[in-house]
């Protein structure tokens, strides 16, 4: 059974940093990718980043380039994205989902129709 669990959300100020967590469960499929997306409040999900795991190439939304970055750990089975330089309009449920076979990050971006999905996790920055 596929499982992932994020973790690393919390309070921050404007300016502050967090980095966020996706645990997975041990994948059967030799090639897949993690993204990250959020919604907040009354707008739709967003995908924010993503990671392959074929060549390691990665997508970034122009709202979060330059200030996150995405990471993995394959060791621990977990994805990591480093949330520096947040401002309010960061505030959102963040989920991490992951889509077995191939996938091209850097060409497809992270689109919402991905497989697997964690329950998310909350991200608030105050002003």
């Known amino acids: 059974e596929v499982q992932l669990v994020e973790s690393g959300g919390g309070l921050v100020q404007a300016g502050g940093s967090l980095r966020l967590s996706c645990a997975h469960s041990?994948?059967?499929?030799?090639?897949?990718?993690i993204g990250w997306f959020r919604q907040a409040p009354g707008k739709e999900r967003e995908g924010v980043s993503c990671?392959?795991?074929?060549?390691?190439?990665?997508y970034y939304a122009d709202s979060v380039k330059g200030r996150f970055t995405i990471s993995s750990d394959n060791a621990k089975n977990t994805v990591y994205l480093q949330m520096n330089s947040l401002k309010p309009e960061d505030t959102a449920v963040y989920y991490c989902?992951?889509?077995?076979?191939?996938?091209?990050?850097?060409?497809?971006?992270?689109?919402?129709?991905?497989?697997?999905w964690g329950k998310g996790t909350l991200v608030t920055v105050s002003s």
């Open positions: 989902a992951a889509e077995p076979g191939y996938y091209f990050c850097a060409g497809y971006g992270a689109i919402d129709g991905m497989d697997y």
């Open positions: 990671i392959s795991s074929s060549d390691g190439s990665t």
């Open positions: 041990d994948f059967t499929f030799d090639d897949y990718a």
